[in-house]
T-cell receptor, first 114, second 114 residues
Framework: GENVEQHPSTLSVQEGDSAVIKCTYS??????FPWYKQELGKGPQLIID?????GEKKDQRIAVTLNKTAKHFSLHITETQPEDSAVYFC?????????????FGKGTHLIIQP | NAGVTQTPKFRVLKTGQSMTLLCAQD?????MYWYRQDPGMGLRLIHY???????AKGEVPDGYNVSRLKKQNFLLGLESAAPSQTSVYFC?????????????FGEGSRLTVL
């Protein structure tokens, strides 16, 4: 089955700086790569996703890049703000996010220092 | 719309006791899922359902049973709780016709087994 590795487990950055979280996956057939944000006491929420036919996708301050050859994808957050503090999960799926769900990474706790 | 609602939000059990977690969604989603979240382990899929009357095993199904008698509800049962089942449980749903497969999560149910 799919195996998703996520690094780092904890990331502390100064407010206004950029943050980068990296993930690798094992199944070359995976074609859908979402990122979820989990705020304290809440369930995860999708913030951005990318499919294997696209190399990069941006949405305001967040962007995701995908390197299919290396089986590697990353989340980039620019101009970090206090509300970016949360746990971020990457995930991968070979079914485009279908019924068998996603394989998640173990999460990155992002801390934005004032 | 309430989205995905989980009950109860907190529960303490003794080893060997049984209980049922209820998940309800009002988005008319076909797919529903139960995940468990443990420190340093990310989100792991327990069971999922592709429609009313159907269920399937995920990554960590042992010790759990599920039922999907109505499209809007997905029940997770523990017949004989064990301390290893102490966790935060998340229910999620998704739309089968979506090309993104976005998961909509509930706010979680924290279970402690003594």
């Amino acid at each position: 089955g799919e195996n998703v590795e996520q690094h780092p487990s904890t990331l502390s950055v100064q407010e206004g700086d950029s943050a980068v979280i990296k993930c690798t996956y094992s199944d070359s057939a995976s074609n859908y790569f979402p990122w979820y944000k989990q705020e304290l006491g809440k369930g995860p929420q999708l913030i951005i996703d990318i499919r294997s036919n696209v190399g990069e996708k941006k949405d305001q301050r967040i962007a995701v890049t995908l390197n299919k050859t290396a089986k590697h994808f990353s989340l980039h957050i620019t101009e970090t703000q206090p509300e970016d503090s949360a746990v971020y999960f990457c995930a991968a799926s070979r079914s485009g996010g279908g019924a068998d769900g996603l394989t998640f990474g173990k999460g990155t706790h992002l801390i934005i220092q004032p | 719309n309430a989205g995905v609602t989980q009950t109860p939000k907190f529960r303490v059990l003794k080893t060997g006791q049984s209980m049922t977690l209820l998940c309800a969604q009002d988005m008319n989603h076909e797919y529903m899922y139960w995940y468990r979240q443990d420190p340093g382990m990310g989100l792991r899929l327990i069971h999922y359902s592709v429609g009313e009357g159907t269920t399937a095993k995920g990554e960590v199904p042992d010790g759990y049973n599920v039922s999907r008698l109505k499209k809007q509800n997905f029940l997770l049962g523990l017949e004989s709780a064990a301390p290893s089942q102490t966790s935060v449980y998340f229910c999620a749903s998704s739309y089968s016709g979506s090309d993104t497969g976005e998961l909509f999560f509930g706010e979680g149910s924290r279970l402690t087994v003594l």
